[in-house]
C-alpha cells in the first residue's frame, strides 16, 4: 500500500521535436539550453515519486517549477513525453480513451486554483456534475450532492449561482463537486492559493477535518510553504521540473538537501513547525526524573516554555503511549531553533 | 515603353472565349441538373409555403395575439409588448398586413435554416482550427460579394421563385451565426472545460453541458444579426420573385412613389426594431446567472 501512485522516469517537453529534445534532456542538457538549441520548453525532468495512500502529499515549487504541469499528468489532462505512471497497479498512460474517461469519473477528480465551476448550473448542479457525468440517477445524484453541500458547510446554498457566493464559499463548492464522486483520489491544484489568508486557514482546517474522517490519497501543489507544513504529510519539492527534495515536512526543514530548499524554508518561523520528536536524543533508558514530561508532537515554542520551568534544563519526551522515548536540552533545543550554519553564513 | 503606361492584358478574343466557356459550362450544367437540384429543393418550398399560409390564413386579430404572446415569453416586457401591438396595428391599418406576413414568413423559414446549418458549421469551426481556415474565406466571400452576383447563378438554376429568394437571404444572413457560435464557443473559459474534463466528461458531454450552454449567449446574438440581415435582403430577394414588402419597395424605386417607398420600408424597420429588441432580451435572460 505504500506505492499507490508510482512516477517513473516521467518527462514532459513542451514543443515540436520533442523526441530530439528528450534525448538532449537525458543526456544532460539544462532547461535554458534546451530553449536555446530546440525551441523546446522543459516542463517536467525526470521525475521519481512515490505517493502512498491516504495521506496527503504536497508538491511544492515556484511558479514555473511545474508542479501543476505534474499534477496534470495524474489524471492524463497533460500527456507525457516519456515515463510511466502506475496507480494501484494500473498503467494509466496505456488507458483507451474511453478507459480514460472512466478512470478520471470513478477514481479521482480535482480542485482547481480558480474554482472553475459552472457559471451556468447551480451550486447543486455543481456538485453533482461528476455524478451526472457518470450518468447516474437524479435521485442519487441529488442525495449526494446535498449530503456533500452540508458536509461542506454551504447547507441552503443548492439554488445559488456561483458568482453570488464569496471566493472561499466557492471553493468548498469545488471541494465538494470533488468529493462527491468517491474518488479515491484527490488532486488540488493550488487550490487554497487565490484565497485571502484568514479564509485560506479555515479551508486549511475544512480539509484537514475531512481528511481524518476520509482518508483520501490527496496530491496537493501550493507553493507556500506554511501550508504545505501545515497540511502535509510528505512534501516534495520541485525546481525546474525536477524533484529536489522528497521528504517528510520536518527533514525538510532541518536537513534541507540544497541551496534552493534553504532558500525556501528561510523566513519559516522554526520554533512553530519543529516538533520535539525530531530534535531529540533519543534513549529509553532515561530514569523518570522531576522534569517536565512533554509530548512527542509538541513544537519547539512549547517546549522552550516547559524546560523554563525547570532548573535542570532538559525535558523528557513521551510518545503517544505515555512511554519516555528520549530527552531535550536546552542547548538541543536552541540547536534546534536556530537557522542551519551554512544558511547564516550566506545571508550574513 | 508601351507595356508600362498598358497594362499587358489577356488579348480580347481570349477573354471572350474565356467567359464564354463559363458561361457555356453553367448553362449546360443548370440544363442537365437544374431539375435534379429544384427537386431537392422542394420540401424546403413546400414548408416555406405551408409557413406562409399559416400566417395569411389566420385571422388577423389570433396572428398579432400569438404574435405579442411569443413577444412576451422571449422578453417579458411590457414596453416591448406595447411597442409591437402598436406597430402592429399601424401596419395594418396602411395595408400592409399581407406583405408584412409574407415577410415574416420567409425572415423565419430562413432564420430557423441559418440556425440549423450554421450552427453545426460554428462548432465545427471552434473544434478544429483546420475547419476555421477552411470556412473562414468563405464566409468572407458570402458576406462581401454584392448579392447581384450571387442571384445570376442562382436564378440560372433554380430559375425565379421563392426558393431562389430564400437560398439568396441565407447566402446573406448565415455568416454572423457561423462566426459568432464559433467565437462563443471558442471563448469559453479554459478552466470551467478543463474541470469538466477532469470529471470524465466526453466529448458530448462537454459540448452540450459546458460549452454550448456558455456560449449560448454569443450564439444569440448571432441569430439577431442573422435575423437583421435577412430582412436587410428583403428588397433584393423580391426582385427575384419573393412575396412581401420588398415588392411594394422595388415598385416604389422604379415608379417614384415616395410614399409607398417610404410606406413599406417603414414597415421593414419596424419588423427589424421587434425583432432586434426581442431576441436582445432573450440574449440577456440567458445571462441570468451573471448578475448579482
Not at chain 1, 184 to 197: G, H, R, T, V
Not at chain 1, 222 to 248: F, P, W
Not at chain 2, 22 to 50: H, K, M, Q, W
Amino acid at each position: 500500500m505504500n506505492n499507490f501512485i508510482k512516477i517513473k522516469n516521467l518527462y514532459k517537453i513542451f514543443g515540436d521535436k520533442t523526441t530530439d529534445a528528450l534525448n538532449l534532456v537525458k543526456n544532460g542538457t539544462s532547461k535554458e539550453e534546451l530553449l536555446e538549441k530546440t525551441n523546446c520548453v522543459l516542463g517536467l525532468n525526470n521525475i521519481n515519486l512515490d505517493i502512498p495512500k491516504g495521506k496527503i502529499h504536497v508538491i511544492m515549487g515556484l511558479s514555473g517549477s511545474g508542479k501543476s504541469t505534474l499534477i496534470r499528468h495524474l489524471n492524463r489532462l497533460i500527456e507525457p513525453t516519456f515515463g510511466e505512471i502506475t496507480i494501484d497497479g494500473v498503467n494509466v498512460l496505456e488507458l483507451n480513451n474511453k478507459e480514460l474517461l472512466e478512470y478520471r469519473q470513478k477514481n479521482m477528480s480535482m480542485v482547481f486554483q480558480k474554482f472553475a465551476l459552472f457559471p451556468h448550473k447551480t451550486i447543486l448542479e455543481n456538485i453533482s456534475y461528476g455524478l451526472k457525468v457518470q450518468n447516474i440517477s437524479e435521485e442519487i445524484c441529488q442525495e449526494k450532492s446535498q449530503f456533500w453541500l452540508k458536509r461542506v458547510g454551504l447547507e441552503g446554498y443548492d439554488n445559488y449561482f456561483p458568482n453570488q457566493l464569496s471566493g472561499g464559499m466557492q471553493q468548498r463548492v469545488g471541494l465538494a463537486r470533488a468529493l462527491a464522486t468517491d474518488a479515491e483520489i484527490l488532486l488540488m491544484d493550488e487550490a487554497f492559493s487565490a484565497l485571502d489568508p484568514l479564509i485560506r486557514a479555515e479551508m486549511q482546517d475544512v480539509l484537514i477535518d475531512l481528511q481524518l474522517e476520509l482518508k483520501k490519497t490527496i496530491v496537493f501543489i501550493t507553493h507556500d510553504l506554511d501550508e504545505a507544513l501545515k497540511i502535509g504529510e510528505r512534501i516534495s519539492i520541485l525546481r525546474d521540473g525536477y524533484v529536489v527534495q522528497d521528504d517528510n515536512p520536518q527533514k525538510i526543514i532541518l536537513y534541507p538537501s540544497d541551496n534552493y530548499v534553504s532558500d525556501f524554508i528561510k523566513d519559516i518561523n522554526r520554533s512553530r513547525v519543529i516538533k520535539a520528536k525530531s530534535i531529540m536524543t533519543k534513549s529509553v533508558s532515561i530514569k523518570k526524573e522531576r522534569v517536565p514530561v512533554i509530548d512527542s508532537e509538541m513544537v519547539l515554542e512549547e517546549v522552550l516554555q516547559e524546560i523554563n520551568k525547570t532548573k535542570k534544563y532538559y525535558v523528557l519526551v513521551k510518545d503517544k503511549k505515555d512511554k519516555i522515548i528520549g530527552r531535550i536540552t536546552l542547548n538541543e533545543l536552541l540547536t534546534g531553533i536556530q537557522r542551519p550554519r551554512k544558511e547564516i553564513e550566506k545571508y550574513a | 515603353m508601351e507595356w508600362l503606361t498598358k497594362f499587358p492584358e489577356m488579348d480580347r478574343n481570349g477573354l471572350r472565349e474565356f467567359k464564354k466557356n463559363v458561361d457555356d459550362t453553367f448553362t449546360s450544367f443548370s440544363r442537365n441538373y437544374g431539375e435534379g437540384i429544384e427537386n431537392f429543393f422542394d420540401p424546403l418550398l413546400s414548408f416555406l409555403v405551408a409557413f406562409e399560409k399559416i400566417f395569411l390564413n389566420t385571422p388577423w386579430p389570433i396572428t398579432i395575439f400569438a404574435i405579442l404572446f411569443i413577444c412576451w415569453l422571449a422578453s417579458r416586457s411590457i414596453l416591448i409588448i406595447a411597442g409591437t401591438f402598436l406597430s402592429f396595428l399601424l401596419i395594418g391599418y396602411f395595408g400592409m398586413w399581407e406583405d408584412t406576413m409574407s415577410t415574416l414568413a420567409i425572415i423565419l423559414v430562413a432564420t430557423l435554416l441559418c440556425i440549423f446549418i450554421g450552427i453545426p458549421i460554428g462548432i465545427a469551426m471552434a473544434r478544429s482550427n483546420k475547419v476555421q481556415t477552411l470556412i473562414l474565406p468563405i464566409l468572407d466571400v458570402m458576406q462581401t460579394i454584392p448579392s447581384f452576383v450571387y442571384l445570376i447563378p442562382v436564378v440560372m438554376l433554380l430559375g425565379i421563385g421563392k426558393v431562389p429568394g430564400l437560398i439568396a437571404v441565407c447566402i446573406y444572413a448565415i455568416p454572423p451565426i457561423v462566426r459568432l457560435t464559433n467565437l462563443g464557443i471558442r471563448l469559453v473559459d479554459k478552466d470551467v472545460l478543463e474541470a469538466a474534463e477532469s470529471f470524465g466528461a466526453n466529448y458530448w458531454q462537454k459540448l452540450f453541458g459546458v460549452q454550448i450552454p456558455l456560449a449560448l449567449p454569443t450564439i444569440f446574438a448571432g441569430v439577431n444579426q442573422t435575423i437583421m440581415m435577412a430582412l436587410a435582403m428583403v428588397v433584393i430577394a423580391s426582385m427575384i420573385g419573393v412575396q412581401g414588402l420588398g415588392l411594394p419597395v422595388l415598385r416604389a424605386i422604379s415608379n417614384q412613389y415616395l410614399a409607398l417607398g417610404l410606406m413599406n420600408g417603414l414597415a421593414i424597420v419596424i419588423l427589424a426594431i421587434i425583432f432586434d429588441r426581442v431576441t436582445q432580451r432573450i440574449g440577456k435572460r440567458m445571462q441570468k446567472y451573471k448578475s448579482d
